[in-house]
């Protein structure tokens, strides 16, 4: 079993270009999340998917898009990134409730200019 | 908003020596969970303990939950230096889990 992968590891965007974070599992969760992490503000959560099909706000969802069409994958689109949205992203999923133990990926770089 | 604070923000010990963190949260809780984030990796997930469970202990670790005083404890005994990461409690709130800022533990051989 992979777990939680993410894909890209790196990326490096210009103010205003759009892109497209990939979360798969293959552990057959419901639940999967997606977090930002900046230095000295620990983990916040941006959205979550209670399950396939559905999408739900977190924390800090504003500049995000996120869509789950398949159970395995869950997206995480930036339309028009900005410096702010530098940070490392790490997807997460869970078996049951959202306040199960949390399975995470190895986390996306991303910077933006 | 965070829920859970850990404390020390970070930590620097001897291999060998025990570490204490510990985290307080606000509102009440039905778990409280531990993970721990090697540099530059995902977090891993270390140990759950329930609302009506005080302490609960996996290889090294213990863990201690006051939910009077709201807070928790997780202690690493005997040390070693691939236990060098950051530590986070996570609370659980309406329907997701809610991060703390994390420890930094620093263990030198």
């Known amino acids: 079993n992979a777990g939680v992968t993410q894909t890209p590891k790196f990326r490096v965007l210009k103010t205003g270009q759009s892109m497209t974070l990939l979360c798969a599992q293959d552990?057959?969760?419901?639940?999967m999340y997606w977090y930002r992490q900046d230095p000295g503000m620990g983990l916040r959560l941006i959205h979550y998917?209670?399950?396939?099909?559905?999408?739900a706000k977190g924390e800090v969802p504003d500049g995000y898009n996120v869509s789950r069409l398949k159970k395995q994958n869950f997206l995480l689109g930036l339309e028009s990134a900005a410096p702010s949205q530098t940070s490392v992203y790490f997807c997460?999923?869970?078996?049951?409730?959202?306040?199960?133990?949390?399975?995470f990926g190895p986390g996306t770089r991303l910077t933006v200019l | 908003s965070q829920q859970g604070e850990e404390d020390p923000q970070a930590l620097s010990i001897q291999e060998g020596e025990n570490a204490t963190m510990n985290c307080s949260y606000k509102?009440?809780?039905?778990?409280l969970q531990w993970y721990r984030q090697n540099s530059g990796r995902g977090l891993v997930h270390l140990i759950l303990?329930?609302?009506?469970?005080r302490e609960k202990h996996s290889g090294r670790l213990r863990v201690t939950l006051d939910t009077s005083k709201k807070s928790s404890s997780l202690l690493i005994t005997a040390s070693r230096a691939a236990d060098t990461a950051s530590y986070f409690c996570?609370?659980?709130?309406?329907?997701?889990?809610?991060f703390g800022k994390g420890t930094m533990l620093l263990v030198s051989p």
């Open positions: 998917s209670v399950g396939e099909g559905t999408t």
């Open positions: 997460a999923s869970s078996l049951l409730e959202g306040t199960d133990t949390q399975y």
């Open positions: 996570a609370t659980d709130g309406y329907s997701t889990l809610t």
């Open positions: 303990i329930r609302s009506n469970e």
């Open positions: 509102t009440s809780i039905n778990n």
């Open positions: 552990m057959n969760h419901e639940y």
